[in-house]
């Protein structure tokens, strides 16, 4: 496919999605969200893939849903082209997607970061929900995801105020798993997505969809649901080789079977 808002590139067993609308610091507009999500659906198709990482500039991850895109949008057309539902299937994805993120990630844009399955940030990263200043208020996700994330007064007050967080607050609350030197993000993150892409990927993808249980349903039934999968496992040459390399002392070769 042909990308105009993005570029699309894989290393070995990684798909690279960069977001790339550099003179609107890569602000989200339709375009941009639908070549996400074919990208996206490309590197899902590819078994030769085992995990994905979007990322932006240094300069911005991205600055939020494109507002010149949306200012003159009425209620019935918002509703009637279901405005924002196609960014929900960043979230739904079962290969994990990381996060790679320097500069902004404002709006939309920490919204797209959230909806990833972990935050990588540079020391330059700022987040924040600046919606409320423009009369409106997150509309992906964020009072949901920031919520969860960082606790209802964290959330709460960035929502309400639109202060931004910066990269070593993001940490300290949880938002981000780790903060890095800005210069080495992009290669840091391929270097943890590689990692994973070279895990079971049956197992990788089972861990994210059991992680993302304890998001949508109660501790027994999520604990419930783990044991399930858990014992599942058994029934994989993955979980044979895994444990039988442990025991000879040697790196394990999995065959994603
Ligand atoms: C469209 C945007 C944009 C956006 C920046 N630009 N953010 N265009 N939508 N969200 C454009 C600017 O208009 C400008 O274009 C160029 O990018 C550079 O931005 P500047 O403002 O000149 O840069 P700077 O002074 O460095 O300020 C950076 C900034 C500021 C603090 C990030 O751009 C900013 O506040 N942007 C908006 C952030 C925001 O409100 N995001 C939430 C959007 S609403 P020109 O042509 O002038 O050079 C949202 C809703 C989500 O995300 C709900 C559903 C997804």
Not at 85 to 99: F, H
Not at 189 to 210: F, N, R
């Amino acid at each position: 496919a042909a990308y105009e808002t993005i570029l699309v590139e894989t290393r070995g067993k990684v798909g690279l999605i960069t977001l790339n609308r550099p003179k609107a610091l890569n602000a989200l507009n339709s375009q941009l969200v639908a070549e996400i999500n074919l990208a996206l659906d490309g590197f899902e198709r590819d078994r030769g893939i085992g995990c994905m990482v979007i990322t932006g500039s240094e300069r911005a991850f991205a600055a939020g849903a494109d507002i010149m895109e949306m200012k003159d949008k009425a209620y019935p057309e918002t509703y009637l082209e279901d405005f924002i539902t196609a960014w929900d299937r960043v979230a739904q994805r079962r290969k994990p997607i990381i996060a790679a993120v320097a500069g902004f990630a404002l709006g939309g844009g920490c919204e797209l970061a959230m909806m990833c399955d972990f935050i990588l940030a540079a020391d330059t990263a700022k987040f924040g929900q600046p919606e409320i200043k423009l009369g409106v208020m997150p509309g992906a996700g964020g009072t949901q995801r920031l919520t969860r994330f960082v606790g209802k007064s964290k959330a709460m007050e960035m929502c309400l105020t639109g202060r931004m967080m910066d990269a070593a607050e993001a940490e300290r609350v949880g938002l981000v798993s780790r903060v890095i030197p800005a210069a080495d993000l992009v290669d840091e993150a391929l270097k943890v997505a590689a990692q994973i892409a070279d895990m079971s990927m049956p197992s990788v993808m089972m861990t994210k969809e059991s992680v993302n249980r304890a998001y949508e349903t109660t501790l027994a039934e999520g604990v419930r649901f783990e044991r399930r999968v858990f014992h599942a496992m058994f029934s994989m040459a993955d979980q044979k080789e895994g444990m039988a390399a442990f025991a000879d002392k040697r790196p394990a070769k999995f065959s994603n079977s």
